[in-house]
């Protein structure tokens, strides 16, 4: 199982981004998937899934302005990420649900002026 986040960058407040999730390795149709977010000094955090239909849940703190989605053909998720703001600022990471403990490189997103 290989997760590849990518995507990140240094944006100003009110911007946006549009991070992607290459996974290889497993049937990605038939798993649900996960972001998840680290900020400095602070624990991992979940950011959203989506399910194998396209369902996607969120944190209340992303709701409205994060939207989670998936291209199976391309074994591709994706989240993008409007109205930035510095408290979005973190490494971003992916995550398959039928394999909790393969966490691939994480992607990292600063959100400041």
């Known amino acids: 199982v290989q997760l590849q986040a990518s995507g990140g960058g240094l944006v100003q407040p009110g911007g946006s981004l549009r991070l992607s999730c290459a996974a290889s390795g497993f049937t990605f149709s038939l798993s649900a998937m996960d972001w998840y977010r680290q900020a400095p000094g602070k624990q991992r955090q979940w950011v959203a899934t989506i399910t194998r239909g396209g369902t996607g849940n969120y944190v209340d703190s992303v709701k409205g302005r994060f939207t989670i989605s998936r291209d199976d053909a391309k074994s591709t998720m994706y989240l993008q990420m409007n109205s930035l703001k510095p408290e979005d600022t973190a490494v971003y990471y992916c995550?398959?649900?039928?394999?909790?403990?393969?966490w691939g490189q994480g992607t990292l997103v600063t959100v400041s002026s």
């Open positions: 995550r398959a649900l039928s394999y909790p403990r393969n």
